[in-house]
RNA sequence: GGAGGAAUGGUCGAGUGGUUAAAGGCAGCAGGCUGUAAACCUGCCGACGGUGUCGUCUACGUAGGUUCGAAUCCUACUUCCUCCA
């Protein structure tokens, strides 16, 4: 099976171009393929993995792989699908999440190269971008584009700072082509639209034939997986730990479990198949697995998966996170629960702590507290006493010394 | 250039002077049942607060104004829509 049917199998593509011609340079291997991405974040997320993925797997099979970030094109803000203008960032914040971001890439794949497009966008002349550039564009193509289909329908405002997206996404297509012989670009499904102009561009400028591919989005129990809101599972431990990200995957809907083993690993369709038939549970943990040990490394899958088996198979509290109470919180021997929850960061706030002690979520000790304004006292940490939430996450708490 | 209409919380969408922090849907969070799943049932869902069914603040495009009181009325501005030129 050649790759890009073996990448179909797996059901990695959502939309591609010119598929003959694109397969057999890949078999070739005369595919330099770029992979871009805003840099709107400190960290990437779980949304930007199967892109990743896709580039790795390129990378591996033998083409050369670039690493786009979009420091110029993130001072725009790409309006694709959005229905709203993006908030602006200053260009410090997207240098600093370029300068975060860029160790989270180097854990994932290996031999890629790093491109920055602030260096040929940032210096452009106005006058002569639009003249070399902008009269290759046809505005009435444009504004039929998907990508701003939806602000267009709805009358939301699209100003022109970010119409002229897809022609800058397109330019940076054909300065990779141009500088790095790049000529496959990839892409979450929402980047369609940028990614065609930007092959019909350099098809004007230069002659040459590039390819796009596009990705499928990730779903969750059907339904888009939202990264938004409370929703956000970041690679970057610090903002997600590796043992949340494990549990994140442990606990996918059963519905997900093939498709995710599906993409995310090389385990065969049959093995996979039969797996999710018969022990779902122990598919969950394998996604997991995979994707927590490309993310983070063996050692800690290992360290989070232990815990997690420990803590919800065996019951073992033993193997809770530990929080060390400081002495200075105490008033009169005494800690509020409500200030308790926000110090050992199970809530926001006091009213988020109040809020959820009403919804009858928090346990200390196993038991549900029902009061708002339940006070521990010094002596119950006698021995450690082990504060919940929910019943999947719990923290030991014991006292400073 | 002229006439009219619209802008509501993460999102969609009610609400046209006061019991409105603002109906309802979706999303989200939590509880029950389970398998750390789904479906279903229930609760929460602007923020903050030493804890009351109470207080403070913020909020209905932006800025002012009228009024004891405004998401609701007036003025200007911004954006979008429709019609006329």
Not at 283 to 303: C, F, M, P, Q, R
Not at 333 to 350: M, P, Q, R, Y
Request: proline share 2%; charged share 25%.
């Amino acid at each position: 099976m050649n790759l890009l049917n073996w990448l179909e199998s797996r059901k990695l593509i959502y939309q591609k171009t010119n598929e003959s011609n694109l397969s057999d340079q890949l078999e070739k291997k005369q595919i330099c393929a770029y992979l871009g991405a805003d840099l709107t974040a400190s960290s990437l997320h779980i949304g930007h993995l199967l892109p990743l993925r896709i580039l790795k797997i390129l990378s591996e099979h033998g083409c050369k792989s670039i690493f786009l970030f979009g420091r110029g094109t993130t001072m725009i803000g790409d309006p694709s699908l959005r229905t709203k203008e993006r908030p602006m960032l200053s260009q410090e914040e997207i240098y600093q999440n370029m300068n975060n971001i860029k160790p989270q890439v180097d854990k994932l794949i290996k031999n890629v190269i790093y491109e920055d497009n602030a260096n040929w966008l940032l210096n452009t002349n106005l006058i002569d971008f639009l003249r070399e550039v902008g009269s290759k564009f046809s505005v009435n193509q444009m504004v039929n584009l998907e990508t701003f289909k939806n602000r267009i329908e709805n009358n939301n405002p699209l100003s022109f700072l970010e119409f002229s997206y897809p022609i800058l996404q397109s330019y940076d297509f054909y300065h990779l082509n141009k500088n790095h012989g790049c000529n496959l670009q990839i892409g979450g499904s929402d980047q369609w639209g940028n990614i065609i102009n930007g092959v019909h561009f350099i098809k004007k400028m230069t002659s040459k034939e590039t390819y796009g591919i596009t990705l499928p989005l990730l779903l969750k129990g059907g339904k888009k997986m939202g990264k938004s809101v409370g929703g956000a599972i970041w690679l970057d431990e610090k903002q997600t730990s590796v043992f949340d990200f494990w549990q994140f995957w442990r606990n996918l809907p059963d519905s997900d479990v093939e498709d995710y083993l599906l993409k995310f690993t090389d385990i065969p369709h049959e093995e996979i198949k039969d797996m999710v038939k018969n022990s779902i549970n122990d598919a969950k943990k394998k996604i997991a697995d995979y994707l927590t040990s490309w993310v983070h490394g063996e050692e800690k899958t290992k360290n989070a998966k232990e815990k997690s088996i420990s803590i919800f198979e065996n019951k073992n509290m033993n193997s809770l996170d530990e929080f060390k109470l400081d002495d200075k919180q105490f008033s009169n021997s005494e800690i509020k629960l409500t200030k308790l929850l926000v110090e050992i960061g199970l809530s926001d706030s006091a009213s988020d702590a109040k809020r959820k002690i009403k919804n009858n979520s928090i346990t200390v000790n196993s038991e549900l507290i029902e009061k708002q304004d339940a006070v521990i006292s010094k002596n119950d940490f006698d021995s450690e006493i082990i504060v919940g939430h929910g019943k999947k996450k719990k923290i030991k708490v014991v006292l400073a010394k």
